[in-house]
């Protein structure tokens, strides 16, 4: 079993910058992808970023592109979304996400295995 847990969440103003971070243990070594999502209020639950575990390959939401950048440690099991030029419609319960082997990119919410509980990001105006 994978188990992730995100932190890094909070309040931050507009064009403002959050790192946030994803913490993997249990089987790390089935992960194959990592991937980013957001779900706001009212809203369904969206892709952010995702990175192969390798490292070989990242994809980006629209929304996303430019603005956030997606890496990881895997030496400690981490993974960070950087966000900067945070905008009010960022606000959002931020999510980490796993998937095992399997077909790139991974877009779709239902191709991940392994959640996290989600971390509050609040970006006031």
């Known amino acids: 079993q994978v188990q992730l847990v995100e932190s890094g969440g909070g309040l931050v103003q507009a064009g403002g910058s959050l790192r946030l971070s994803c913490a993997a243990s249990?089987?790390?070594?089935?992960?194959?992808?990592m991937g980013w999502f957001r779900q706001a209020p009212g809203k369904e639950r969206e892709f952010v970023a995702a990175i192969t575990w390798s490292g070989r390959s990242t994809y980006y939401a629209d929304s996303a592109k430019g603005r956030f950048t997606i890496s990881r440690d895997n030496a400690k099991n981490m993974v960070y979304l950087q966000m900067n030029s945070l905008k009010p419609e960022d606000t959002a319960v931020y999510y980490c996400a796993g998937a095992p082997a399997g077909t790139w990119p991974r877009l779709r919410r239902v191709e991940y295995d392994w959640w996290g509980q989600g971390t509050q990001v609040t970006v006031s105006s």
């Open positions: 249990g089987r790390t070594f089935s992960i194959y992808v």
